[in-house]
């Protein structure tokens, strides 16, 4: 039973380019969340989607962030427009919706934006 | 504002003996609490989690202790490990609500 697959593992992007994170959670879990880890920081929630909708997206930034969990297929982060800021490792998290110890996260993607 | 903080970002302990991890809290709707680990280059990795109508809930080697009144909240594992070595994230959620807020880590070093 493959756990939360996100890929890339490492994505290099130029300031101004879009990057594009992709998780697929484990299989019967239909919810998903991501989470940004800055360094020497701790991980900060960004959103939680179920299939083709947005729950709670309070921490996500206003512009250039998106993120979407379609009907086929993997929950897609979007950042467009990428600035240095931006780098970070991003991890998503899948749960079947019934309770919190069911969290499962992916081993993340590091964004390096130079 | 840090909702959830660990003031210790690290921790050196021998093999074999009680590793304290502590966390501490301002939000009061937090009602369910959890411990997590991480070795670099993975993703967090559950230990051990407490409701708030606990005050102790206990997980072979690892013990959690609430402490509400305080908004205090501390991780016991015993007896230390070399495996054990890694970073500790505490977090925490309020009810009905799925999204963790996590603290910044302590990175919990044994020595062998």
């Known amino acids: 039973n493959a756990g939360v697959m996100q890929n890339p593992r490492h994505l290099v992007r130029r300031r101004g380019q879009e990057a594009r994170l992709r998780c697929s959670p484990m299989?019967?879990?239909?919810?998903v969340y991501w989470y940004r880890q800055l360094p020497e920081e701790g991980l900060k929630f960004m959103v939680y989607?179920?299939?083709?909708?947005?729950?709670?997206e309070s921490g996500m930034p206003k512009e250039r962030f998106s993120a979407e969990f379609p009907k086929e297929g993997p929950s897609i982060l979007r950042i467009q427009q990428v600035v240095r800021g931006d780098s970070a490792a991003y991890f998503c998290?899948?749960?079947?919706?019934?309770?919190?110890?069911?969290?499962?996260f992916g081993s993340g993607t590091r964004l390096t934006v130079v | 504002d840090q909702q959830v903080k660990q003031n210790s970002p690290s921790l050196s302990v021998q093999e074999g003996r009680i590793s304290i991890l502590n966390c501490d809290y301002t939000?009061?709707?937090?009602?369910?609490f959890l411990w997590y680990k991480k070795y670099p280059a993975e993703g967090p990795t559950f230990l051990i989690s407490?409701?708030?109508?606990?005050d102790k809930n206990e997980d072979g080697r690892f013990t959690v202790f609430l402490n509400k009144s305080a908004k205090h909240l501390s991780l016991h594992i015993v007896p230390s490990q070399p495996g054990d070595s890694a970073v500790y994230f505490c977090?925490?959620?309020?009810?009905?609500?799925?999204?963790?807020?996590f603290g910044t880590g302590t990175r919990l070093t044994i020595i062998p």
């Open positions: 998290a899948s749960s079947p919706g019934t309770d919190l110890v069911g969290y499962t």
């Open positions: 939000n009061s709707m937090f009602d369910y």
């Open positions: 977090a925490a959620s309020a009810w009905g609500n799925e999204k963790l807020t």
């Open positions: 299989k019967g879990h239909s919810h």
């Open positions: 989607l179920q299939k083709e909708n947005i729950i709670d």
């Open positions: 407490i409701s708030s109508i606990k």
